[in-house]
Every structure is written in structure tokens, then in C-alpha cells.
């Protein structure tokens, strides 16, 4: 059964704290995905990834960055975590069609 | 870019009946449409898909339709069940595998 493991279910930061969010999948999928999901906008892509030390910028990254240094772990980095990034943050892999979520780090910065 | 609107952002039905979610979407270049459901606690799972050289799809109680001429897109629920109960995303992509653009997501509720 396909798995996408993230670090954390629950976190939360100061201002100004550099935050770490990890993700994990053990399918060997190349595309991995950072989404924030916040109240009636859905699902937005931050940064994705389509092989091990690539990255691409997804519609809403400032503010963020991220790390791909295994095929399988993609990391999203907050430098300054501020208010603003207060949300649900879901990581994703992808093989051609087949998409797996993990279940989401719900993180609160105050 | 693309942009794609779901509505309703909530929904209610009784049990047994049917629920019907509408998205529409801006750029005709896009050709595919995954719907997702979201259940409490977990990620998104993939429930049903549907490309652009098909208008409708089925898969039990689920159905998809797509009209392309007027850029939206449904998803059909008959027979509602207490386990309908989730939010359910739509998206729109140029082809699998590629970037999805969701709508904002719809809370269904199936009351017992």
C-alpha cells in the first residue's frame, strides 16, 4: 500500500522561528509536491520537485524553500515563519496518474 | 494561469439522496479532471477522474460529467451515505501528471 508519511500532525512556532516540515514516500515516486490548504481556497502548490536536487517554484512560494536531497524525503523550510503561514501544509507524490497525500502538518505560528 | 470554482463551499443532503458539486474552469487548454475527497484527519484521495474526450464516467455511485464547450465540471453522488460525509476537491490539469490548479472545496454533510 502506497505511503506518504509527513513529520508532524500538529506544530507550533514563534514568529520568526525557522520551521522545518518533512515528508517521506515509499512508492520511488520522482514527483513530490508542497501544498498549503487553507478555508475555501483549496489546495495550493508551493514548491514541487521532479527528481532528487530539482525544485520548482509553485504558485504561492515566498516565503518558503525547500530541500530535495533523497529521491524519497522532500522537505518544505519556513526561514521566518511569520503569522500569514498559519495553515495546513500536505505534502504529495506522484507517479504519472497515480497521486498519493500524506496526512498534513497542521501548523500554527504565533 | 488556470482557475478553476467549486460550488457549493457547503453542502447538506439527507440520507439516500443525491449531491451534485459543479466546477468550472478558465483555460481550455486544460484536459484533465481528478475530483478528490478529504476525510477528517487524512490527505486527499483520488475518487474518480475524468479526461476531456469523454463527457461522462461512472464508477457505482459516483459519476463525473464534463462539458467541455462551457468549461465546467461535475461530480454526482446518488444514494448518499453517512461515509459520503467529507470535503471534496476538484482540479484541472493538462494531462495527468501534470500541475493541478483545485477549486476551494465543498463540505458535504449526509445527515443519517
Known amino acids: 500500500d502506497v505511503k506518504v508519511t509527513q513529520s508532524s500532525r500538529y506544530l507550533v512556532k514563534r514568529t520568526g522561528e525557522k520551521v522545518f516540515l518533512e515528508c517521506v514516500q515509499d512508492?520511488?515516486?520522482?514527483?513530490m509536491f508542497w501544498y498549503r490548504q487553507d478555508p475555501g481556497l483549496g489546495l495550493r502548490l508551493i514548491y514541487f520537485?521532479?527528481?532528487?536536487?530539482?525544485?520548482e517554484k509553485g504558485d504561492i512560494p515566498e516565503g518558503y524553500s525547500v530541500s530535495r536531497e533523497k529521491k524519497e524525503r522532500f522537505s518544505l523550510i519556513l526561514e521566518s515563519a511569520s503569522t500569514n503561514q498559519t495553515s495546513m501544509y500536505l505534502c504529495a507524490s506522484r507517479l504519472g496518474k497515480s497521486e498519493a497525500f500524506g496526512p498534513g502538518t497542521r501548523l500554527t505560528v504565533t | 494561469g488556470e482557475n478553476v470554482e467549486q460550488h457549493p463551499s457547503t453542502l447538506s443532503v439527507q440520507e439516500g439522496d443525491s449531491a451534485v458539486i459543479k466546477c468550472t474552469y478558465s483555460d481550455s487548454a486544460s484536459n484533465y479532471f481528478p475530483w478528490y475527497k478529504q476525510e477528517l484527519g487524512k490527505g486527499p484521495q483520488l475518487i474518480i477522474d475524468?479526461?476531456?474526450?469523454?463527457g461522462e464516467k461512472k464508477d457505482q455511485r459516483i459519476a463525473v460529467t464534463l462539458n467541455k464547450t462551457a468549461k465546467h465540471f461535475s461530480l454526482h453522488i446518488t444514494e448518499t451515505q453517512p461515509e459520503d460525509s467529507a470535503v471534496y476537491f476538484c482540479?484541472?490539469?493538462?494531462?495527468?501528471?501534470?500541475?493541478?490548479?483545485f477549486g476551494g472545496g465543498t463540505r458535504l454533510m449526509v445527515k443519517p
Open positions: 512508492m520511488d515516486h520522482e514527483n
Open positions: 482540479a484541472a490539469s493538462m494531462g495527468a501528471g501534470n500541475m493541478l490548479t
Open positions: 520537485s521532479y527528481d532528487v536536487k530539482m525544485k
Open positions: 475524468i479526461r476531456s474526450n469523454v
